[in-house]
Structures are given as structure tokens and as C-alpha cells.
């Protein structure tokens, strides 16, 4: 059974980090680009950053590049995700949510990734 599940979120102040993780289960993950999206209320979900299955490559939203880093440790039938954010903004309140697809370079549209967690709450307060 492939599941991917995420954690990690919660309460943070403005200018503070967190650290997300996400497990995927499930040997194909180790061959997958997997990444991170989020969605705010009221907003559509959008891309955050993603990695490539050998973690040779990354990629970032211009809006949170220098600031977050995201990485990668397969075994052999897990892929362990991890997203470090720094400096954080209450704007970035959100659900996040680990995601893999099968291609590269990663697509930044949410509907062509295959492989969906559940998400995590990062509450970003002022």
C-alpha cells in the first residue's frame, strides 16, 4: 500500500522556523520527484518546492527560495522527505501537503502530481 504522510506542522511566530517532514511508503517513491505544496483558505494549492528522486536536483518557488530547503533520504522501499523553512510569514499559514509525481523537471501545477499526504497546519501568527 503507497501512503504518504506528513507532519511536523503547527504553531510558529512570525520570523521563526519549522521543519516538515513526510514518509512516503512505497518502493516506487524512491523513483519519484516528490515535493511540497500548500493551500491557504480560500486559495488555490501551489507549488513550493520539489526534489528529484536521487536528490541531485531542487527546485523553488521564487517566493521562498533562500529561505526553505528541501531534501530527501530514500530506503529501500521509503522515501523520507524533509522541509526545513526559515523566517517564516504569516502569510504562509497553511496546509502543506508532500506530493510525488513521476517526471522531471517537476511540474508547479498541483493536477499533474499523482501521489497525495493528507497535510499539515502551519499556523503562522503575527
Known amino acids: 500500500q503507497v501512503q504518504l504522510v506528513e507532519s511536523g506542522g503547527g504553531p510558529v511566530q512570525a520570523g521563526g522556523s519549522l521543519r516538515l517532514s513526510c514518509t512516503a511508503s512505497?518502493?516506487?517513491?524512491?523513483?519519484?520527484?516528490m515535493g511540497w505544496f500548500r493551500q491557504a483558505p480560500g486559495k488555490e494549492r501551489e507549488f513550493v518546492a520539489a526534489?528529484?528522486?536521487?536528490?541531485?536536483?531542487?527546485?523553488?518557488a521564487d517566493s521562498v527560495k533562500d529561505r526553505f530547503t528541501i531534501s530527501r533520504d530514500n530506503n529501500k522501499n521509503t522515501a523520507h522527505l524533509q522541509l526545513q523553512m526559515i523566517t517564516l510569514k504569516p502569510e504562509e499559514t497553511a496546509v502543506y501537503y508532500c506530493?510525488?509525481?513521476?517526471?522531471?523537471?517537476?511540474?508547479?501545477?498541483?493536477?499533474?502530481?499523482?501521489?497525495w499526504g493528507r497535510g499539515t497546519q502551519v499556523t503562522v501568527s503575527s
Open positions: 506530493a510525488a509525481e513521476s517526471v522531471l523537471p517537476p511540474s508547479t501545477d498541483n493536477a499533474d502530481w499523482d501521489y
Open positions: 512505497g518502493r516506487i517513491f524512491t523513483t519519484y520527484t
Open positions: 526534489i528529484s528522486w536521487n536528490a541531485g536536483n531542487t527546485y523553488y
